[in-house]
């Protein structure tokens, strides 16, 4: 009996031990997370005043300056890249969840995905080869494209999940009335489903807002402001790398003020996110 | 085509004579707009085809284009470029097997490094605190890790973890440079765990409470049922999470290379310097003059792309096999 007792305590023992543990290691997590926050806020929160978003960056040696063309160029590139992404994206979208067992779906599915996948270093070299290359010049409008490629999966699988989640009766109610299909698709069912189309576009943006990689050789970043697409182009994430990589401790300045911006342009754009998709629970 | 129209053209000129009843149109009016209203539709539908198949293309046409700008490399060397073991650019000598190895090593260290945590976080969401603020928080806390810039990854990495590391390696009595491929492997590891943990999540709760009660009434314990029932049955969509997290870690540029010390050298040990796939393209890739030079980093690109897809699909067919299950 005391043998049996010893062994089921021992068993309780264990459970509660693993719980421990997976807690600890669940939470464990946190730590890194905390760490850059502060790291980031702490250096960044200095630097950051009017001067520093409205003023050109300042060669090595001089204090002070600031990061207005990065700022302008993220803008630029960002906005290009989503008039590009996102009707091709929604589209896409609306086709997969119209056509659910096409010949062409299924591939076209399956490219979505591959798409997903590509690593963003490939998609530049594409792109430098598809634009700068055969326009001669790094240019802010090829680094859209190159950021268009990688959004373009995201939109298109949010638009289908949430259009298939819609009923079908919607569907066959406005038929029925004797609208034709293409008002049935964009006045009926993408407006029900608008938020969650909407939710899936602004994950997009906040996931191509810090991409770094396929801008190297594309929009390829530019120490003066510039506001022409066809030329190159700063932005924010190049000026972080370009600068975090160099010796100076001027320019570090710059990029510590210029990760804590785009620290906070990404984490807004996550919670806008986050807003609209519980919009989005609560009417379904 | 011609059948469709006729099996369109009755349906909307009812449409139209309702519309031309309520708003008392002219009827020829109304047989226009929906004449325009039919070849809006058949555009229209011609139009997402369109779109799906440019979708297509655009895949296609990049596995395509990676392989004709390789070309010159794939003829002047074949083989050899995968097993030669020096990188020399100057003297025109192309082998890329240290950045095979480095992009191996730093990825699978990456990954037991990171898997103890997506899995505990993936258990602990999904089978000990499944609602609740504590599982909303960790929840927050994972999308956020997936959130930050891998640019402000590496950032941070080069001023906080090399510090780190390398008093790290004076104790161990090791040359402490500080970056490496030791640091690179801490920072991925960072970076992937949402992917695996996420994923790792949904299929934990998908296990059927009726099989975890089961086993409770025949006493098991907790850590038992979660050792002999939950985790054997969601094993291949927790290895699905794994092999996406790779095909991540596998392709990503920015923070590897601010942190791994960019010499294309074979490694000798976990804290060596060393050099990826990826971060040997983001380096040189401007700098490259001449055709073979540019085109050996464009076969590692094809390399990256070709190993990344495969990856990344079988992850897709074991999710979508676990699910329809």
């Known amino acids: ?20 543990v997976i807690l600890v290691l669940a939470f464990a997590c946190v730590i890194p997370l905390l760490a850059i926050f502060f790291y980031i806020i702490k250096e960044g929160v200095t630097k950051i005043n009017w001067h520093f978003i409205v003023s050109l960056p300042k060669p090595v040696g001089e204090e002070g300056g600031g990061i207005a063309n990065a700022l302008l160029g993220s803008l630029l590139i960002v906005l ?40 963003s270093i490939v998609v530049g070299i594409i792109i430098y080869f598809w634009i700068v290359k055969e326009t001669q010049t790094f240019s802010a409008i090829s680094g859209s494209a190159a950021l268009a490629l990688m959004m373009l999966p995201i939109i298109v699988r949010s638009t289908e999940e949430t259009l298939k989640l819609l009923p079908d009766s919607l569907k066959e109610a406005a038929l029925a009335l004797g609208l034709p299909y293409h008002r049935v698709i964009l006045k009926v069912l993408l407006p029900c489903g608008i938020s969650g189309v909407l939710s899936g576009v602004i994950l997009s943006v906040a996931r191509i807002a810090g991409e770094t990689a396929p801008l190297l050789f ?26 975090a990589t160099s010796p100076y401790d001027d320019w570090h300045n710059l990029a510590w003020g210029a990760s804590l911006i785009l620290l906070i342009w990404v984490l807004l754009l996550n919670i806008i996110t986050k807003i609209t998709t519980r919009k989005w629970r609560v009417q379904l | 085509m011609s059948n469709m129209q006729q099996v369109n053209y009755p349906q909307t000129l009812i449409a139209g004579n309702a519309l031309n009843k309520s708003k008392g149109l002219k009827k020829s009016v109304a047989a226009k707009k929906s004449f325009s209203q039919i070849k809006f539709e058949k555009i229209f539908k011609s139009t997402l085809v369109l779109i799906a198949l440019s979708v297509v293309i655009i895949v296609l046409a990049i596995f395509l284009t990676l392989v004709v700008q390789s070309m010159p490399s794939i003829k002047a060397l074949g083989w050899k470029f995968l097993g030669g073991k020096t990188w020399d650019p100057v003297s025109n000598v192309f082998g890329a097997y240290p950045f095979l190895i480095g992009t191996l090593i730093t ?9 103890p945590f997506s899995f505990a976080i993936a258990i602990f969401l999904g089978e000990y605190y499944p609602k609740g603020w504590l599982s909303e928080v960790l ?60 994923l790792g999540r949904e299929v934990v709760r998908m296990v059927p409470s009726a099989l975890k009660e089961g086993a409770y009434s025949l006493g098991a314990t907790r850590f038992e049922v979660i050792k002999n029932v939950v985790i054997p049955y969601a094993k291949s ?70 190993v990344t897809v495969i990856i990344n699909v079988i992850g897709k067919r074991i999710i979508k096999r676990f699910t329809n299950e």
């Open chain 2, 237 to 306: 969509g927790l290895f699905a999470g794994i092999l996406l997290s790779l095909g991540r870690a596998l392709g990503e540029t920015m923070a590897v290379t601010m942190v791994i010390g960019n010499s294309p050298i074979i490694p000798t040990s976990i804290f060596s310097p060393g050099h990826t796939m990826a971060s040997v393209i983001a380096n040189e890739f401007t700098e490259a003059a001449d055709s073979i030079y540019l085109s050996s980093l464009i076969e590692m690109g094809l390399l990256l792309f070709v």
């Open chain 2, 139 to 198: 929840k927050n806390v994972i999308e956020l890790i997936a959130a930050i810039p891998s640019v402000i990854y590496g950032f941070w990495g080069v001023f906080v973890l090399v510090p780190i590391v390398r008093d790290l390696e004076t104790r161990l009595g090791i040359l402490p440079y500080g970056i490496g491929i030791f640091t690179a492997s801490l920072i991925l590891a960072v970076m992937i765990v949402p992917y695996a943990a996420s």
């Open chain 1, 218 to 243: 594309t929009a390829f970043g530019n120490p003066y402001l510039n506001s022409n697409i066809f030329k190159p182009m700063q932005s924010l994430p190049l000026l972080i790398f370009n600068y």
């Open chain 1, 80 to 119: 290009c890249a989503s008039i590009i992404a996102i009707p091709i994206g929604i589209l896409c979208g609306i086709y997969l969840s119209e056509n659910k067992n096409t010949r062409l779906a299924y591939y076209s599915r399956l490219a979505v995905d591959i798409l997903q996948g590509v690593p």
């Open chain 2, 107 to 115: 990825s699978f260290l990456a990954l037991v490094i990171s898997v």
């Open chain 1, 1 to 20: 009996m005391n043998k049996t007792n010893a062994h089921i305590k021992w068993r309780i023992a264990k459970s509660n031990i693993a719980k421990t």
